[in-house]
C-alpha cells in the first residue's frame, strides 16, 4: 500500500524522525525484519538506499554498506521485488534513495510502475537538479511517487524559495557542506538556514546528513519538522544494537510538537 508522505508526516502533529538503511546490507533476506522493526520503534517513513557503484553524496559508512551489498548481488530490481513480498506488512512511506543511473538502466517508466506496484511512496534523486527533473518527474507523479528535492548550505535563497514552492512530501535539507556521515558538530548557519527553508516551504522541512545522536536531534529538531538519520543507523545495525536504534528513535519524542503548519 503506497501511503502519502505529506499526510504521514504531519497527521501526528510531532516531530519526524526517518531512518535510513542500505537495501541488500545483510542480505536482503534482511530488509523485511530492518524496515519492520523501524516501523516498531517509532518511525515515521523509512528511506531505503539503492546500492550504486559511483555515489557522489555518500560518506564512508553508507559507502561501505553499499559495497556490502553489491557484493551481495543487490540491484533495485531485486529490492523493489523482496519489498513486493512484504509490503502489505508496512503502514509507514518508504522512500527510495537512488541515482539517476540505475533508473535509466532499469527504464524509467517501468521502473516508475514498479516502485509504486511495490508500495513506494517517494524517491530521492539526489543527481538530478530541478532543471533536469523532467526527464522523470512526469513518470513518477503518473504513478503517484512524490519526487523528495533536496537545498543545501550553499543553495541561493531565491532557489530555496522555488524549491519550496514546487516540493511535496518534504524538503530534504542538507545540513553540512559535504557528504554523509557523523559530525561532531553542526555550522553557526546552520538554525539560520534550517529557518528560512522551512519560511519558504509549503511542506515540512526535515534535515539530514551528519545527524548521529540523541544530542543532535534535539538540536536540530529546534528549527525544522524532523531529522533523517542514516549512518549512524546503519552503524547500530551492523552491530546488532537494536535497542539503541530504538532509543534513538524515541528521542523525537521529548522534542516536542511539529512546528509545520
Known sequence: MMVNIQKALTEKGKKVFIPYIMAGDGGLETLEEKILYLQECGADAIEIGIPFSDPVADGPTIQKAGIRALGNGTTLRKVLETIQTFKTKVSI???????????????????????????????????????????????????????????????????????????????????????????????????????????????????????????????????????????????????NDLAGIKQLISTVEEVGLQTYK
Do not use: W
Not at 164 to 169: C, E, L, N
Open 93 to 239: 512511506p518508504l522512500i527510495l534513495m537512488t541515482y539517476l543511473n540505475p533508473i535509466v538502466a532499469y527504464g524509467i517508466e517501468k521502473f516508475a510502475e514498479d516502485a509504486a506496484e511495490s508500495g513506494i511512496s517517494g524517491c530521492i534523486i539526489p543527481d538530478v537538479p530541478i532543471e533536469e527533473e523532467e526527464f522523470i518527474f512526469p513518470a513518477l507523479e503518473l504513478k503517484g511517487i512524490t519526487l523528495i528535492r533536496l537545498v543545501t548550505l550553499t543553495t541561493p535563497v531565491e532557489r530555496i524559495r522555488e524549491i519550496g514552492s514546487m516540493s511535496t512530501g518534504f524538503i530534504y535539507a542538507v545540513t553540512v557542506t559535504g557528504i554523509t556521515g557523523a559530525r561532531n558538530n553542526f555550522s553557526k548557519e546552520l538554525a539560520g538556514f534550517l529557518s528560512m527553508v522551512k519560511s519558504s516551504s509549503k511542506v515540512p522541512v526535515l534535515a539530514g546528513f551528519g545527524v548521529s545522536s540523541a544530542k543532535q536531534v534535539r538540536e536540530v529538531c529546534e528549527h525544522c519538522d524532523g531529522v533523517i538519520v542514516g549512518s549512524k543507523i546503519i552503524d547500530l545495525f551492523t552491530q
